[in-house]
């Protein structure tokens, strides 16, 4: 595995598990509040949505990365003008 396709993945796995970790959290909680019942279904929404932001993350990511290039260096050239 060549050393970007391994910081790809590596990148894909730590931010899927955050923004699951927290989205799975917040949306747990806005749904059923602090129930007795809340880590065990945060945890069930957590398993269910990780390995689908993971392939959303590995897929979109690099075109995200691109967009914001184009983002930034037009932004860039508006301040500069």
Do not use: E, K, Y
Request: hydrophobic content about 65%; overall charge positive.
């Amino acid at each position: 595995m060549s050393d970007a396709l391994r910081l790809r993945f590596v990148f894909a796995l730590l931010m899927s598990f955050v923004m699951t970790l927290l989205m799975s959290a917040w949306v747990t909680w806005l749904n059923i509040g602090l129930q007795a019942d809340f880590l065990p279904r945060w945890r069930h929404a957590f398993f269910a949505a990780w390995p689908v932001a993971f392939c959303a993350v590995m897929l979109f990511a690099p075109r995200v990365q691109q967009l914001s290039r184009h983002i930034a260096a037009r932004l860039a050239r508006q301040a500069a003008s």
